[in-house]
Every structure is written in C-alpha cells, then in structure tokens.
C-alpha cells in the first residue's frame, strides 16, 4: 500500500512542471515530510469548463481518502486510501472515477515499512519487541513523481446551519500494484505512475478505454528508485519537517 508520501515542492513549480494553466495562488499548501490519509494534497487533473467546453488542467489540493459519491460519512475515505490496479475498474468505489476522473499527486517520494525483529540480546528480555523501520522510496534522479490517482466528489448530506446543503468535498485515492524492485524489498505493495509522456492520455477526461489507461500505469521512475531506511520519527504522524528523512539513528522519536 501507499500510506504515507513526501510533498515538498511549491505550487509554482508543481504547475509549471505538469503545464497546469489554472490554480489559485491563495489555496496553498505547507511543504510535507509527512503526508498522511486525510490530509490535503496537491493534484493535477483536467476539467471541461462549465462555459466554454473548454479543457483545462488544473493544480488544486484534494483530501487524501476518496469518499465514494453514496457514501454516508466522510469517514470512508480513511478506509480508501488507496485502490489496487488489479480491481480499480470493477470496484463500485472506484469503476465510475477510473473512467472519468483521473489525476496526477505530485511526491517526492513514499514510505513503506518493513519489520525488523529484536536483537538476541534483547529478546531475551520480556519487554523485546519487533519494531516497524521506515524507509523513503524516491526516484534516483531526484525527480518529481506523478502517482496515479483518482478523485471524487461527495456531498455532505448534513445540511448547514443556516438551511442550505451540505458541503461539497473532493477526494482522491492512489492507485497500487505488487512493489518490484527497491521497493518489493521493503513492502508487497506499491503505488502506480504516469510517464511524462502519457500525463495528457492519463487526465483526458474523454479518454475512457479501461483497457488503454492500464497500459498507462507504470512504476514510478520507471523503476530506478533508491529505498533508504529513515527515521523512525516517520512513524508517528504528528512529526514533520525534513529531519525525518535523516539516517535511523540520527532522527528524533519512536513509534
């Protein structure tokens, strides 16, 4: 799975890097070492506008955690992080998003945790215990990746205070296969990206053959990742800032 990434770069760069033509400058978002399900992140996706007919691509934050457009609570989406490739187009949760709404998340890179056993020495102690190590998969050359995502939108079925409807959210999700290369070391699962190459194909919301836009799916990098372990101050949520990505004994925390 993917459930936790790294989101350092400025809307600036990130809408010129994915040529996106319409952003708000005010809706922006703090750097992150420490993305978590919930929280909001960047994506790009195209939308055809409502008066011109006209297809733009936009960067705008979204809530990590799709929420289904029958969904009841906005609590589902803590639950669908993520999607695996291998049933995205036959998942109520996911089929009518997969056909129609496609989106870039733009990351540095992603964790994934691997559990390490107690030394011998220490498991001879009745306190021993495994421990989770994080470690940071990123492209080689340092390069933004663009996972794969969906994104939906759902309606509040609270109505506001003053009477009128309830609000309107977008959420996304990422799009898993089985991890192979650095990352298969680390964690049975991984997320998918798009090539460069392919973004227009991916976000092109009249492109519609679930056939073709598997074929779209690769690995991030195209495979060339590096996986380093990091420190374990990843584990716990509440700790940001670029000091996570130090060596395993140089961070501060402990899961």
Known sequence: MCGRFVSTRSPQELASVFDATRWDPDRGLDPSWNVAPTDEVWSVLERVERGTGEITRQLRPLRWGLVPSWAKSLHTGAKMINARVETVAEKPAFRRAFVKRRCLLPADGFY???????????????????????????????????????????????????????????????????????????HPRMPLAVAPADWGAWLDPAHQDTGELRALLAAPAAGHLDARAVSTAVNDVRNNGPHLLAGPDDGTGDA
Request: aromatic share 10%; with cysteine.
């Open 112 to 186: 994934e945790w691997q559990t390490v056993a107690a030394s011998k020495s220490v498991a001879a102690t009745k306190s021993a215990k495994a421990r989770k190590q994080p470690y940071f998969i990123s492209p080689e050359d340092g390069q933004v990746m663009a996972l794969a995502g969906l994104y939906e939108f759902w309606r509040d079925p609270v109505a506001e205070d003053d009477g009128s409807p309830g609000a309107w959210w977008v959420t996304c999700t990422i799009i898993t296969t089985e991890a192979t290369d650095a990352a298969g070391r680390v």
